[in-house]
């Protein structure tokens, strides 16, 4: 099973004023991370670090004030600074922050995860198309009448993203390489890449899903299997605090 937080940056930061502060969850490398930005993006970094501790310690069993001291690795793979995918031992880990919003997962499975969330903007960035489409996402009524149809492709493109996390790659493989079908019913809305993928596919996303989660912000979710995902609500998370 994947557990998901998703909440805002108010909400966790104020959640830490409640309980002493920052650094009551966050770990010394967290506050060097989020200090070395400014404003909202401080902000941001930290109500981010500090969620995905909160969950881990809530998966293990762990009070929320052990949160701070959990084992959590940032060592990026191609130049060994604190920047790269989370890691946590018997876990997986994954998060996304955009403009207010937080989103972190938790497995303790052993699966590869990913999340994103994305705030839609009021328009595409140019290059949207080249940037985020492969030829199979190129479907009639896309566009109508040189409309765009704004939170559709936004979807997409926190799938892309949240695959792309899952694989371990980050954007160092373009979305544009990922073909996404759909897997399941409406209501449950699983999307892979095409069981004969075509040979340009990267091997490192084949075999993945990725699915939408409910709401009015585009959010996903990638794994290596189409697992069961429950989200936990943040007054859960924090109540032992």
């Known amino acids: 099973m994947i557990r998901l937080l998703s909440t805002t940056v108010e909400a966790v930061l104020e959640g830490a004023r409640r309980t002493g502060g920052a650094e009551a969850f966050a770990a010394p490398e967290d506050l060097i991370a989020a200090r070395a930005r400014r404003g909202v993006h401080a902000d941001r970094t930290l109500a981010g670090r500090a969620a995905l501790r909160l969950l881990l310690a809530h998966v293990l069993g762990e009070p929320p004030a052990r949160a701070r001291d959990l084992h959590v690795d940032r060592t990026c793979d191609r130049c060994g600074a604190p920047h790269g995918r989370p890691r946590s031992p018997g876990a997986s880990l994954s998060g996304s922050t955009s403009q207010v919003h937080v989103l972190v997962a938790v497995s ?59 694989a371990g790659t980050g954007l160092r493989i373009e979305p544009s390489r990922i073909p996404l079908v759909r897997r399941s019913p409406e209501d449950t809305p699983w999307w892979s890449t095409p069981r004969a993928a075509p040979p340009e596919v990267p091997p490192q996303v084949q075999g993945l899903h990725v699915r939408d989660l409910p709401g009015s912000v585009p959010r996903a979710v990638a794994a290596s299997s189409m697992t069961p995902v429950h989200e936990v609500d943040l007054a859960a998370v924090l109540a032992a605090a």
């Open 108 to 166: 303790t499975q052993e699966a590869k995860i990913g999340v994103d969330v994305q705030s839609v903007p009021a328009s595409l960035w140019q290059g949207f198309d080249a940037a985020v489409l492969h030829p199979l996402d190129h479907r009639p009524g896309r566009r109508r009448s040189g409309t765009v149809d704004l939170h559709s492709d936004i979807r997409l493109w926190t799938r892309k993203e949240a695959l792309l996390k899952a």
